[in-house]
Nanobody
Framework: QVQLVEAVGGLVQAGDSLRLSCAASGRTFSSSAMAWFRQAAGKEREFVAAISLNGDRIYYADSVKGRFTISRDNAENTVYLQMNSLKPEDTAVYFC?????????????????WGQGTQVTVSS
């Protein structure tokens, strides 16, 4: 069992940067694939980024590639999402997700554990 808690997001202007963090409880964090998803109002949840348990594999959605960076600190049981050059279309509730596995997926249904979500709003 993994419990995930995202830190508060925020309201920023277009072009600004923001770092999200997600703290995990339990001893299984270091053996878990971690991912970030987001859901804008009225839209389906979409994949943002994912990182394997030891960080050797990372996936990004095309829409964030080159702007966002996912990372993890297994000693701190925390996964991060550094978001640069933010755009109004990045506005959404951001969720972190986890699954105890050596594999990695961009499919939200593959992840059994989810945080509560944090709002990120980018104004133009």
């Amino acid at each position: 069992q993994v419990q995930l808690v995202e830190a508060v997001g925020g309201l920023v202007q277009a072009g600004d940067s923001l770092r999200l963090s997600c703290a995990a409880s339990g001893r299984t964090f270091s053996s878990s694939a971690m991912a970030w998803f987001r859901q804008a109002a009225g839209k389906e949840r979409e994949f943002v980024a994912a990182i394997s348990l030891n960080g050797d594999r990372i996936y990004y959605a095309d829409s964030v590639k080159g702007r966002f960076t996912i990372s993890r600190d297994n000693a701190e049981n925390t996964v991060y999402l550094q978001m640069n050059s933010l755009k109004p279309e990045d506005t959404a509730v951001y969720f972190c997700a986890a699954r105890g596995s050596t594999y990695l997926s961009t499919n939200p249904s593959w992840y059994p554990y989810w945080g509560q979500g944090t709002q990120v709003t980018v104004s133009s």
